[in-house]
């Protein structure tokens, strides 16, 4: 699998890539980089980021590689932008992100509710997607008052 066949190939200008992993909390995918010369695994967007951009990951150590779409699943490097902590804060704090008031894209909300409606429990949906279970099923009572 690899990042190597994303840049050269499959590659979706403006659209958001699916890492494809299950994600770890808030939908970080990881995996084993030999390129980037690291041991254990790495956040693939950081990752992807370093790969694309020709850096190594000491390079932004310091810094969070942040996702201009929102989509922490996503490692489209056309959606990657090095920030700071303190501007990953801002950003987050913009986007209604911040700790103790965790909201999602509505396209993790879609998925999730998606799952759940092709026979997925709200559980595996919501490990699956990184969406809070009371947030599916209130999104999917709202789907359904909505229409
Ligand atoms: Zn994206």
Known sequence: MGVVNLTKGLLRMGDC???????????????RYPTLKVKGSVRMHRAVYCLHNGLRLEDIA??????????????N?????????????????NK?????????????????A???????????????CGVGRVTIINFMKEGQVNG
């Open 62 to 75: 310091e810094q969070v590689v942040m996702h201009t779409c929102d989509n922490a699943r996503c490692i």
């Open 114 to 128: 998606a799952l759940v409606k092709s026979g997925l429990s709200v559980s595996a949906a919501s490990r699956t």
């Open 17 to 31: 890539i699916d890492h494809g992993q299950k994600g770890t909390g808030l939908g970080y995918g990881s995996a």
């Open 77 to 93: 490097p056309e959606h990657l932008r090095l920030g700071s902590q303190r501007e990953n804060m801002l950003d987050m704090r």
């Open 96 to 112: 209604g992100r911040g700790v103790g008031n965790i909201r999602y894209t509505l396209e993790q909300k879609r998925l999730a």
